[in-house]
């Protein structure tokens, strides 16, 4: 086992806020950060975004680059701990030690990343850069939540009129760090003079929840959505793929994208059935954007819990993979949530952290190496296995495999996939993607009874999005088939027999 190195506490000047603060919000909390392996150099002064668009970006041609995929930047700021829940409140869900326990576990592979200094990062502007997504009274709001410091956590949270978060004066802080991070990941893939084109920002509170005018499910700024619509603004991308495969649907990112025509939002989530419906309640297959844009915003939406991996890998050999190879984003970015993983507090979803490796990896044959890519972590609660899943997608991310240690819950995800490199592969980009997933779900199956098993309520649940997007005339040249009903009736009837 690696020896696990200290590290000193984090330096509050560095940091803004002052001792106390730290102590008042935290209790026994430690924040820690841990040292660049090269000096961060001064700001002289701190650039804003609008500089390095004119100066740099302007210049960012939207072809091929042919350079060999080198390490991952990665950003992460210990400033963003400082939302945390108030001392006395019971212990939350969405808590400082996610981001916290994510970024040590990757620092155990230093030779993954290009750290970014948090210092020289471009200051977003609340009035243009963040007005792409939220309104202006909502975005006061949100500012003058740190002039409110004599109020309580709960008086704060009352001006919200929600009880899904909670606030503190350093609320609005975190988040508008969370957002510049996630910012500047996509500014430094899709740049002319790019190192690498894939970034992770390891950012809270997250973002997909929050609304124009609304926060909600612990989220405050939608920072995917922003990023995307930036990207757009300062022609960085001319079109945008955002794919949400937290378990909980994205709501707020489809409503700041739904009638976008340069912005596909494609997202995997629970729904329910019936009247027990799952948070947020949203994202319908038959929600499929408007105007210009109907046929960019696709749910798929699953009725029932207990979701795996085969369900994953077959929900991106049948829908997500041809989408994005139809689309042809210049940049895609992730909203990475782990709560679909197996043992998470909230999901009831069965996912390996492995999974994440797996679906990240077919992403990327299928987009190749010139796409941008930014991996924004969003919900996930479990301490323990987050970690282990965004380490699986950094290794995908780096072009790397998984360690064989890290497979030991899923030896299928070792072997099979060692098996599929000894067949020929096709060429095109959307067969390689399948390629990496056909252990769990063969695409190329002749026969239908055999081309996987899967857990009872996934088939109807992918069909019902597949018939949504075929209606759509923009997807009416994408082979998307329908699933062999009768694979999940062999499923249940084997299961019964267990």
């Given at each position: 086992m690696a020896q696990q190195t200290e590290f000193p506490p984090i330096d509050l000047a560095q940091a803004s806020v002052e001792d106390a603060a730290i102590e008042?919000?935290?209790?026994?909390?430690?924040?820690?950060?841990?040292?660049?392996?090269?000096?961060t150099p001064t700001p002289t002064p701190t650039p804003t975004v609008h500089d390095l668009v004119g100066a740099e970006l302007s210049a960012v041609q939207l072809t091929s680059f042919t350079s060999p995929q080198k390490k991952v930047h990665l950003f992460y700021d210990?400033?963003?701990?400082?939302?945390?829940?108030?001392?006395?409140?019971?212990?939350?869900?969405?808590?400082?030690?996610?981001?916290?326990n994510i970024y040590r576990e990757l620092r155990l592979t230093p030779h993954?990343?290009?750290?970014?200094?948090?210092?020289?990062?471009?200051?977003?502007?609340?009035?243009?850069?963040?007005?792409?997504?939220?309104s202006k009274e909502y975005l006061a709001k949100l500012n003058n939540i740190k002039n409110l410091s004599l109020l309580g956590c709960q008086d704060l949270e009352k001006l919200f009129d929600v009880n899904d978060i909670y606030i503190n004066k350093s609320t609005f802080e975190s988040s508008l760090i969370s957002t510049q991070g996630v910012v500047e990941c996509v500014r430094l893939v899709q740049s002319k003079n790019q190192k690498s084109r894939r970034a992770i920002a390891v950012v809270r509170p997250p973002g997909h929840h929050a609304c124009a005018n609304e926060a909600s499910g612990f989220c405050f700024l939608n920072h995917v959505a922003i990023a995307a619509k930036l990207a757009v603004r300062d022609?960085?991308?001319?079109?945008?793929?955002i794919i949400d495969w937290d378990i909980h649907h994205g709501n707020g990112t489809q409503a700041l994208t739904y009638d976008d025509?340069?912005?596909?939002?494609?997202?995997?989530?629970?729904?329910?059935?019936?009247?027990?419906?799952?948070?947020?309640?949203?994202?319908?297959?038959?929600?499929?954007?408007?105007?210009?844009?109907?046929?960019?915003?696709?749910?798929v939406a699953f009725?029932?819990?207990?979701?795996?991996?085969?369900?994953?890998?077959?929900?991106?050999?049948?829908?997500?993979?041809?989408?994005?190879?139809?689309i042809r984003p210049d940049l895609v970015i992730i909203s990475s949530g782990f709560d679909a993983v197996e043992?998470?507090?909230?999901?009831?979803?069965?996912?390996?952290?492995?999974?994440?490796?797996?679906?990240?990896?077919?992403?990327?044959?299928v987009l190749g190496d010139d796409v941008g890519v930014v991996v924004s972590?969003?919900?996930?609660?479990?301490?323990?296995?987050?970690p282990k899943c965004m380490r699986a997608v950094a290794f995908a991310l780096h072009k790397s495999e998984l360690p064989e240690s890290d497979s030991q819950s899923n030896t299928s995800f070792v072997n099979q996939n060692r098996k599929s490199k000894s067949k020929s592969i096709s060429n095109s980009k959307l067969e390689s993607g399948r390629q990496v997933l056909k252990h769990l779900w063969n695409y190329e199956e002749e026969n239908e009874r055999k081309r996987g098993t899967l857990v009872k309520g996934c088939v109807p649940s992918l069909n019902k999005s597949i018939s949504a997007l075929n209606k759509i005339r923009m997807w009416k040249r994408t082979p998307l088939r329908k699933i062999f009903e009768q694979i999940d009736e062999r499923c249940l009837r084997s299961t019964k027999q267990k």
């Open positions: 008042d919000i935290f209790g026994n909390l430690t924040i820690t950060t841990i040292p660049s392996q090269t000096p210990p400033r963003t701990l400082l939302h945390a829940p108030p001392r006395g409140v019971g212990t939350e869900l969405e808590r400082p030690e996610r981001a916290e993954l990343f290009y750290e970014i200094p948090n210092l020289t990062i471009p200051k977003l502007d609340i009035s243009n850069d963040l007005a792409v997504c939220h022609n960085l991308a001319r079109k945008v793929m025509p340069n912005i596909c939002f494609l997202s995997l989530h629970r729904f329910g059935t019936g009247s027990r419906f799952f948070y947020p309640g949203s994202g319908l297959p038959s929600e499929l954007g408007s105007g210009r844009a109907e046929g960019m915003n696709v749910n009725d029932n819990k207990r979701m795996d991996d085969s369900c994953y890998a077959c929900a991106f050999s049948e829908i997500v993979l041809p989408i994005a190879n139809e043992n998470d507090l909230i999901g009831d979803c069965n996912l390996s952290p492995e999974m994440y490796h797996l679906m990240t990896k077919s992403l990327l044959e972590l969003e919900g996930g609660y479990n301490l323990d296995v987050i």
